[in-house]
């Protein structure tokens, strides 16, 4: 019956395509918005080439495509650091 739920685990809305309208809508345009994205940082050069190792843990990352050949791992916090 929402538009959106809310968890204490999640700082923002929730959203599910079982959710009213405009949700729907509205993730159907985030999962055209993700493809792009992830079209145009397949074919970019990278800022980085195996960061830290692949270690990220405590790490903040800048805007930027990065790439690991390696495994890329985390088990705490991990910040993206840019503007929308």
Do not use: C, R
Request: aromatic share 8%; no cysteine; charged share 15%.
């Amino acid at each position: 019956d929402n538009e959106f739920s809310t968890s204490a685990l999640v700082t923002g809305k929730v959203t599910s395509a079982t959710h009213h309208e405009p949700t729907p809508t509205v993730l159907i345009a985030a999962i055209s918005d993700m493809e792009t994205a992830y079209t145009a940082a397949a074919g970019a050069t990278p800022d980085s080439n195996e960061l830290y190792d692949g270690g990220l843990t405590g790490k903040t990352l800048a805007p930027g495509v990065y790439k690991w050949t390696n495994t890329v791992n985390f088990s705490g916090q991990l910040t993206f650091d840019g503007t929308a």
